[in-house]
């Protein structure tokens, strides 16, 4: 075991610097960045002056491509990047004039809270609901609920936003929930736990629109793994033993379906980082998945790597966390 992590983590090594190449060269060659927005701010100030065509010298630009690190060959820039990195420096942000590393934990608590707040939902509900379905295969139970999964599943959770704040957000029917922000305006003048209940009343349907298409994918994927295990040899041995389904299922089936949830499970390693850009926008919530479509939007390269390398970085972690969940769910296997 202690070989294999160590291999896995030294094999981490050139697939971040490949991704974080492959992302940096893509940087370079999109139309515009700090330096075209730096000039186009000059030519701004100038007409708001009453100068109706701002020149730019050569001089002005050479300067504003040394104070990004323009000037410098793209290889050159490359190296300091990945060296600054090693260091624990992501750079400075263009856009909010900050360290990169200082923007991104300011947006990661909300992310987490979605992030690890659905995770846990998911699991704690869905893994029992598909064993249920998969138990009650073909019945009036399994047939409803799978069409309200499958209705969740096929609509984007930013449909589902618009659609649960005109019903519920006060757009045409109730008004039982806020429809933006994440919390109220008198929020400092509450208690701890009024603060608390104000957090948590506006979380209610951005949460639910984040995790409503995880909710679905991991009920049915339990579901049907449960269904192929309860198929096999060794449970019909277990029922012609005398055994009762429940019983055979605890005992036996589950160990083996929970397999490849435990593959899911690692992408509690990326939830930092989950976001989605459309769910925020609708609801005005400034997370992750907003700060890295205005920052690739405004050209900010260096936030877009940073996030890019951190969530690669989380991600990479979690393939190893999944085959660690292996060995604990089926101790059969081995890692070597």
């Known amino acids: 075991m202690k070989s294999y992590i160590i291999r896995r983590l030294l094999l981490m090594v050139p697939t971040l610097i490949g991704i974080s ?8 060659f999109v139309p515009g960045g700090p330096v075209e927005e730096a000039i186009s701010r000059m030519r701004q100030v100038g007409a708001a002056k009453g100068m ?14 040394a ?36 923007v991104i934990l300011s947006k990661m608590p909300i992310s987490l809270f979605f992030g690890f707040t ?89 949460l639910f629109c984040y995790m409503i298409s995880e909710f679905a994918f991991l009920t049915m994927l339990m579901k049907n793994t449960l269904l192929e295990e309860l198929g096999k040899d060794y449970m019909r041995t277990a029922l012609v033993k005398g055994a009762t389904l429940k019983q055979a299922v605890w005992r036996h089936a589950l160990r083996n379906a929970l397999v490849p949830i ?11 980082f989950a976001g989605s850009v459309l769910i925020e926008r609708v609801f005005d919530i400034d997370g992750m998945g907003l700060l890295f479509f205005n920052s690739a939007l405004n050209r900010d390269y260096n936030v877009v790597l940073g996030v890019i390398l951190l969530s690669s970085v989380m991600g990479l972690l979690g393939r190893l966390f999944a085959d660690f969940l292996y060995v604990v769910v089926d101790p059969r296997i081995r890692l070597q």
């Open 21 to 28: 190449l492959v992302c940096f060269l893509l940087t370079e």
């Open 67 to 102: 104070y990004f690190g323009f000037d410098k060959p793209r290889y050159v820039r490359y190296g300091l990047w990945v060296a600054n990195v090693c260091r624990g420096d992501l750079g400075k942000s263009y856009t909010y004039q900050q360290p990169v590393l200082k």
């Open 262 to 272: 435990a593959t899911r499970a690692s992408e509690i390693f990326t939830l930092m």
């Open 52 to 65: 109706s065509t701002r020149t730019i010298s050569p001089e002005e630009v050479a300067n504003i491509k």
């Open 118 to 206: 659905s995770f846990l939902i998911s699991y704690l509900v869905c893994v029992p609901l598909g064993m249920a379905k998969a138990m009650r295969h073909n019945s009036t139970f399994d047939t409803v609920s799978s069409g309200l999964i499958f209705t969740g599943y096929v609509m984007p959770g930013y449909a589902l936003g618009i659609v649960l704040i005109v019903l519920l957000g006060g757009g045409s029917y109730l008004n039982l929930f806020p429809i933006s922000g994440m919390v109220s305006d008198s929020f400092e003048s509450l208690d701890v736990w009024g603060k608390l209940l104000d957090f948590l009343h506006h979380m209610v349907l951005p």
